[in-house]
């Protein structure tokens, strides 16, 4: 996806949205799985200065969690911030995703940093 562009958060989540379909995913798991995406890809385009940005997924219909992960160009350091003010118009993006995943977390690595999110698909 293109960096700098927020149309990318969109288009993150339509991608998000037609895998996770074929993959046959609960509804539930899989609206969790877009929203996700797209705002790990918001903050990518808000907070790097990246000319590129990854997305990857993985999971199926028989696994217990489906991935999502954003990789940018950024030199990391993403944290959930204090609760927003009612407000303020940024700055819920990681508590969205804190609420929705089963486990989140992030590294850096030779490829960037990338932000990642486990959601629960099923017992």
Do not use: Y
Not at 4 to 14: C, D, I, L, N, T
Not at 49 to 68: N, Q
Not at 92 to 112: F, H, M, P, T, Y
């Amino acid at each position: 996806m293109p960096g700098g562009e927020p149309a990318s958060a969109g288009a993150a989540r339509r991608f998000v949205r037609e895998v996770s379909g074929s993959w046959g995913l609960p509804v539930e798991a899989a609206e969790a799985l877009e929203a996700v995406a797209g705002e790990l890809v918001a903050n990518a385009v808000e907070h790097s200065d990246s000319r590129f940005i990854a997305v990857g997924l993985c999971g199926s219909r028989a696994a217990r969690v489906a991935g999502v992960r954003v990789t940018d160009e950024g030199p990391g350091g993403a944290s959930v911030p204090e609760k927003p003010s009612a407000e303020q118009e940024h700055g819920r993006g990681l508590l969205i995703v804190q609420a929705l995943a089963e486990r989140w977390g992030q590294r850096k690595g030779d490829d960037g940093h990338t932000v990642w999110a486990e959601i629960a698909v099923g017992p």
